[in-house]
């Protein structure tokens, strides 16, 4: 079966700039996860989608971040304006439903700000 | 909140070597545990899991048993090899449904 599907997979902007990533999550799978990555530390969850609602976003800068999931589906995670401290690889993952059942990870897309 | 602590990397050792990497976690309720991986170059992918006091998870010659009364769920290995390099996660699911990861521990196992 396909994977988590992520693009792009690297990205460079200038601080200020806005971004987006896109992530399609396996067919069928109702939860979708965006993680970021900073260098040398675990995953933190950014935002949870159940089907096309809001599982948590607490964790979501939500000045500069923003996320949506038309459909169920597909999702995209925007930062604008990005900050230098928002370098980092995003994550993307799927799982059946909820998180007790396997997540599925992307390959992620490495942003560096400069 | 729930949180997972996991011990710090590198860990180096040599073929063969047994390896224990520990992880403690703390949560409300009873969590699920899980162990991923990360190999150079590719993405996160789940090792093994355990859902319940006392289970036992393996997978690929590793294993973890969720122990309730030390809030542990560290990973185990009789004999690693240079393909088991890579950085391992630890990470529980929540009441909340949250997947939340510990920081990872990187293994650099040489022949």
């Known amino acids: 079966e396909a994977g988590v599907a992520q693009s792009p997979r690297y990205k460079i902007i200038e601080k200020r700039q806005s971004v987006a990533f896109w992530c399609n999550p396996i067919?069928?799978?109702?939860?979708l996860y965006w993680y970021q990555q900073i260098l040398g530390q675990g995953p933190k969850l950014l935002i949870q989608?159940?089907?096309?609602?809001?599982?948590?976003d607490s964790q979501l800068p939500k000045d500069r971040f923003s996320a949506e999931r038309l459909k169920g589906v597909d999702s995209t995670l925007k930062i604008q304006p990005a900050k230098l401290e928002d370098s980092a690889v995003y994550l993307c993952?799927?799982?059946?439903?909820?998180?007790?059942?396997?997540?599925?990870f992307g390959q992620g897309t490495r942003l560096t700000v400069v | 909140g729930n949180s997972v602590t996991q011990m710090e990397g590198p860990v180096t050792l040599s073929e063969e070597a047994f390896l224990t990497i520990n992880c403690t976690y703390t949560?409300?309720?009873?969590?699920?545990l899980f162990w991923y991986v990360q190999y150079p170059g590719e993405g996160l992918q789940l090792l093994l899991k355990?859902?319940?006091?006392?289970d036992k998870g393996s997978n690929k010659g590793f294993e973890a048993t969720y122990r309730k009364e030390t809030t542990s769920f560290h990973l185990e290995k009789g004999s690693v090899q240079v393909s088991d390099s890579a950085v391992y996660f630890c990470?529980?699911?929540?009441?909340?449904?949250?997947?939340?990861f510990g920081t990872g521990t990187r293994l650099q196992v040489f022949p």
């Open positions: 993952a799927s799982s059946l439903q909820g998180a007790s059942t396997e997540a599925f």
């Open positions: 067919s069928g799978h109702a939860t």
């Open positions: 989608f159940q089907n096309n609602g809001v599982v948590d």
């Open positions: 949560a409300t309720g009873y969590p699920s």
């Open positions: 355990a859902t319940k006091a006392d």
């Open positions: 990470a529980l699911s929540d009441q909340g449904d949250k997947l939340i």
